[in-house]
């Protein structure tokens, strides 16, 4: 089983961006889809995107459609997040995950291997 760490959270002002990334270890990699989640201060965990193992089929919490992009190197074993026109309501902790599985349809359920966190500030 593959073990998750993020890093690349901060503070930036709106309308910045962000580039998170999510190094995996201890396992097949290229067997794993991949996802982006992330949790404010008392609300619920939401889903953000997610990748099949091929990297040709994507999938997108509707908040973040057309500012966010997930993204995978399997030779390197890390998935990126880049994050454009951030806002206040960006401002959470954001993880990612991981399931082994190789379709390509890839939803918000299921993931079972999860990184520690990375904070991100959006600040007005």
């Known amino acids: 089983q593959v073990q998750l760490v993020e890093s690349g959270g901060g503070l930036v002002q709106a309308g910045g961006s962000l580039r998170l990334s999510c190094a995996a270890s201890g396992g097949s990699f290229n067997t794993y889809a991949v996802g982006w989640f992330r949790q404010a201060p008392g609300k619920e965990r939401e889903f953000l995107a997610s990748?099949?193992?091929?990297?040709?089929?994507?999938n997108y919490g509707g908040s973040v459609k057309g500012r966010f992009t997930i993204s995978r190197d399997n030779a390197k074993s890390t998935v990126w997040l880049q994050m454009n026109s951030l806002k206040p309501e960006d401002t959470a902790v954001y993880s990612c995950a991981a399931k082994r599985t190789f379709s390509t349809v890839v939803t918000a359920e299921g993931f079972d291997t999860w990184g520690q966190g990375t904070q991100v500030t959006v600040s007005s």
């Open positions: 990748l099949d193992w091929t990297s040709r089929s994507t």
